[in-house]
Every structure is written in C-alpha cells, then in structure tokens.
C-alpha cells in the first residue's frame, strides 16, 4: 500500500469512477471496482480483451487523473531485459573513454568507475517508471513477450528493484500503478496473473458507446453517435474477422465527421466503411448483407 | 467464504490459497455488505480468464442466490460441460473389432521394425502398450525462428557492450572485436488434431505424439477438431501421458462425433489463430479429410491459416497406403493451400513428421505434387 495520491484518495470505486468521468473515461462498476482495488491493495491491474475495447485508455486515463506520467513498456516478441531494463550508451562511453586517453594518464579502475556511472545508464520504459515514481507503468501487449520475459518481469513486478551490477540497486517505496494488457493470443503465465487484478473487458454497451463518443468527438450530433453506435452493434453480431471496438467507432465517426455527413445513411457508410473495417472479407461480407441493415 | 471458495474448485476454477488471500483483502477494502462489492472482489482476485468468468458467475449465483451486476456477463460462448468423454477414451484404449488378418500377422513379428512400421489401426492391445512406449521416446527437436535478442558468436554484428570492456582491460585500445548474432528460438508448433468418428482408431495416437512434443519443446499449441473446437495445451503439460490424456477426455467432449472442419477451422482462427497464435508457426492438421460441414467454407479458411502460418501441414493416416487418392471432399478442397501432406499412421511415419518439424520451412519445396488448379 503505497502513500500515493491515487491510493488513498476515493473511499470507494463510485467516487472513482466520478473521478475518470472528469477525464473522459467512462467507466462500467466493473473496471472502477478492478482499477479501485488496484490501487488500494498496490497489485498491478491484468486487462485482456479484444483489441480496441479500452485496456490501454484506461491506464492514460489514469495518468491523467493521478497527474504522474504514463509509462509504456510495448511488449513484442524477443524483447529482453536490455530493452525492458536500461542499457548503457555505449557511444557516450567510448567518447568518455578517448578524451580520458587524450587528457593522458588515467587508471584502468578509475576510468572503469567513470564509465559505468548514472549519466551513461539509458533508463528503458521499466527503469524510468521505478525512477520516477509516482507514475503509472503500461505494459502494453503482454502475450506478444516470451515466456522468460514475463518471469523477468514478474520480478521486477514484486518488488520493485533493480540491481545493476556495476551501479548498485535502485528501488522505490512508491510502487507505480500498473497496468498490464494482453489481447490473449497465448495464455500468460499464471504465476503473473496470480500477483494481478484480472479483468476481462467486453464491448461496451450501446448506451455506454454512444455517450463515449459523444465525449470524445465533441461535434458530433446526439443523432449520429446514436447511429454510429447501433451500426457498431449491428456490425459485431456479423461474426467478422474484426468486429470493431471503441477505437473503430470513434475513427468512424471522426469519418463522417469530416465528411460532413450529418447522418448515417446508406451512401456515407459505403464511402466511410474503411476506417471501420480492416478485412476485404469483412467488407464483402457486409456489403453483400446490405448496408441498409446498419442504418435506422 | 471457504465455502464459496471449495464450490469453485469444484467447478474447476484455481482458487489457491494466495488467491483467496487476495480475496479477502479486497472484500475488506470494499464494503462486504453490499453483494455487488463482494462480486467483484471475487471476480478480480480469482478469475484468470474468460472461461473462469462463466463458472465464477455460475458459482456465485448458486453459492451466495446473489444477483451477477447487469453488463458484468460476457458475450462468450458457455463453457462447454466436462462430463463427457471418458468412456469414449476407454473404448479406444482396448475391445477393437475382432482380429483381421494383418493384426495376427502383426502379432507373429515381434520385431520393433515391423511395430514401427504397422498402421495403428490394425495392433493389438500388447503392441498399443509397445508403440505408446515409442511415441514417447520420439525425439522433438521443432521448427526454429530468428529472436530479436543476441549471444556471443564468432560473426555478426560488433557488441559494443563486449567491446568496450574489452578496450578497458587493454587500456583503451581496440585489438579484437567480439560480435554478437541473433539467436534462434524455437518457432511455435500447432497442433489441430480432429477427434470425429472417422479418425477414432489414430486419435490416441497422435495425442500421444502431441503430448510428447508438448513435453519436450516450448511453444507447443494443442486443439482437439470434432464437432467443436477444443484447446487442450494446458492438459497436455501433465508430465505423464496418461494423465494427460484423461485430463484431455475430460476437456474433450465430442469424442467420435462427425467433423465440421471448415467451421472450426474458422472458430480456431477467429478466437486464436488471427491474433498471433498461427502467425508464423507451424501449423499441423491431422485429419483425413472427411467434411460434413460446407467444402467451400473449408478452402476459405485454409487459404486464411495459409496466410498466416509459417507453414501448413496436413497428417492423414490414408496417406501412401494403397489406392490413395486425396479425394475426400475436404481434403481435396485443401489441397491446394497445403505445403506438405504426409502419412500419419505408424511409429515410423510420426518420426519421420518429428523430423519434417525440425526442418525450416521453404515454401516452395512440397512433398506432394499440388495441382494448383484443384482450388
């Protein structure tokens, strides 16, 4: 439990999901009460979902309220300690080295000490958030990452230390919050999952769809969120390959925007159809299922 | 709440002792008298997927009569029942039909070549013991990739990390160069194994094989094919294959039934496939190819996974013995968007694929002449 702003400041997850609403993150009682707990109890939060549902907006929104930085640590496949951790700036080092020559006469161990100090150390997304702490940690895309690197980082994620060898450890007593995102392509590992919150996040509802778009896209008319987000509905019962998210409606409907349209009708949905559609099969299959069917 | 908790784990849920800790500590932190609270406070610590949400829900609404939050249930399928299926293993593992001519024969030969080379259909119960002996000793070795990290090599790139220390030790002069490559990494292997009535005789067996390379190497997938789409990796990692495979009867509940390859080939896709898991692996099919479902539908869908995987490859116990002809209406339909199709009915024919699995694949190089005009 850490003395953090965030940890202590809402009595409970209503008051925290008062607090997002003043950010423009809507949250449903379920995401408040996982973000609330996160919080209070100092565990790391675990959000899997379908891509475009919202797991990496929350941890923005909580950046935003908590006033700290967000810090994201994208996870692919080969990523390693180096990449995660910090590095040293080897080309600073190897100049540091040549001037020391130059001046003439340094030892071996006094340069060596001068070569592995602080200001050679290049702070990588994991480092960073224990250094400026406060803050909010992303690890976005988890299962992209191997195995070994989520043991790594289930570690890291304990107890918030790091020791480098030729520098000492660097610990923090104000864990940051953290915010760990997997689209499930694999399972991820259990032990990790034991020392997190896990949330599973869905769709949001219609009413909730429109009243984020609403907020989000402040020229929108209350008649074309409303369409966008029944079409929206529509288009995830069609079983695509890529039933669009919260960020396939908005880009939508920033579409429309932009073309003018005042309203969804058959026309400007087939001329807008790739900001929500990513598969040529899925706008086949739609187009050949009528377009009629996403307008009311 | 221990209560609750026991009623979990008998639903099949991981409610470990670190879990129902946390537990404890959320519903402190929350109000515990308000059922909503007391949810999600078991929701958040216990759940650790998608699948754990539906029996959580089930159990809490049996457990406490509490009402679930409205929006809290998830727009997933029901997790399928796990009754079923233990008899049908049973079945497979003794009474075939009455001894035919080749199985007495078989017998006769005790000799481990002939063992290697006889087709799983035909061995008697003495031999099954023999040949399950064998599959486990089969060596996985699997497909590799390029990793993004490095290790020391004698050429590559220059590790300034290496070099640097190097010019310390010689008091700033650069006299040698250590260099650094890229690793290899073992690249993921797929596994859809179809369990429909048809393949009955051979589905032990290629769990079997599954369960061996599942055991031996990282990144090893696993999914039954029948009448539904069933991940069975997590079973697979029992460390003895018979309890693996009682763990996958249990999972499995379509044992024997028809095949709707097409259909799951697309479920697999949709829910796993699309989002990485087929993306450059090696994506093996066993099946011999008999569709019930749309043909169509299957090709569709085999020209996906072809876009996805590495490589494809189809295991069909038909293959090579006499009078073969890839005409089974599915198997024709995926011809065309197969890199290899070979035999899968003996010993002999999953070491030869144990080793077809280490190679690298090229796309061009096929085992089976491809009429590019069968599509």
Known sequence: MSDGTLATQFANPEELARALDGVDYLADPGIATAAFLALRLGRPLFLEGEAGVGKTALAHALAKLSGTPLIRLQCYEGIDAAQALYDWDFPRQLLHLRAAEAAGGADAARLEGELYDRRFLLARPLLQAIETSPAVLLVDELDRADDEFEAFLLEVLSDFTISIPELGTIHTDTPPVVVVTSNRTREVHDALKRRCLYHWLDHPPYEREVEILRRRLPDVTEELADQVAYATGVLRELNLLKPPGIAESLDWTAALLALGARRLDVDAAARTLGAVLKYREDTDRVTTAGLAQLVR | ?375
Not at chain 2, 93 to 118: C, H, I, K, W
Not at chain 2, 278 to 302: F, H, K, P, T
């Open chain 2, 1 to 375: 709440m221990a209560g609750f908790v026991r009623t979990l784990r008998a639903a099949g849920m991981v409610a470990d002792t670190g879990r129902f800790e946390a537990m404890l500590r959320a519903l402190h932190t929350l109000d515990v008298r308000r059922g909503v609270d007391a949810y999600w406070a078991g929701r958040l610590t216990l759940c650790t997927g998608p699948e754990d949400i539906a029996r959580f829900d089930a159990a809490f609404a049996a457990y406490f009569g509490g009402e679930i939050p409205r929006n809290a249930a998830l727009g997933l399928q029901k997790t399928p029942s796990r009754v079923v299926g233990i008899t049908a293993l049973d079945t497979l593992d003794g009474e075939t039909d009455a001894p035919t001519e080749t199985q007495e024969l078989a017998t006769e030969a005790s000799d481990t070549d002939l063992l290697r080379q006889a087709d799983f259909a035909t061995l008697t119960d003495e031999q099954r013991e023999e040949v399950r002996r064998m599959l486990a000793q089969l060596a996985a070795v699997g497909p590799t990739r390029r990793s993004l990290r490095t290790e020391a090599a004698a050429r590559g790139d220059v590790d300034p990390r290496r070099v640097l220390r190097a010019m310390l030790r010689r008091g700033g002069e650069t006299v040698e160069l250590p260099r650094k490559s890229k690793r290899d990494r073992p690249r993921r292997i797929v596994l859809l194994l179809d369990v429909s009535g048809s393949m009955e005789p051979y589905a032990e067996a290629y769990l079997r094989f599954a369960h061996t390379l599942s055991r031996r190497r990282p990144a090893v997938e696993v999914f039954t094919i029948g009448t539904r789409l069933t991940r069975i990796t997590r079973a697979m990692s029992a460390r003895d294959p018979d309890a693996a495979l009682k763990a996958v009867a249990a999972a499995v509940p379509d044992w024997s039934g028809g095949t709707r390859l097409g259909e799951l080939l697309q479920a697999f896709l949709d829910r796993w496939g699309q989002r990485g898991m087929a993306r450059g692996a090696v994506v093996v099919i066993a099946s011999d190819g008999w569709e019930r479902g749309e043909v169509d539908l299957l090709a569709d869908q085999m020209a996906r996974l072809r876009r996805l995987a590495r490589a494809v490859v189809w295991v069909n116990p038909h293959v090579g013995k006499e009078g073969f002809a890839p005409t089974a209406a599915g198997m024709s339909a995926a011809l065309p968007h197969i890199d290899r199709l070979v035999s899968g009915h003996s010993v002999e024919a999953f070491a030869e694929l144990a080793k077809l699995l280490s190679e690298d694949f090229l796309r061009a190089a096929r085992l089976w002449p491809v009429p590019r005009s069968a599509a």
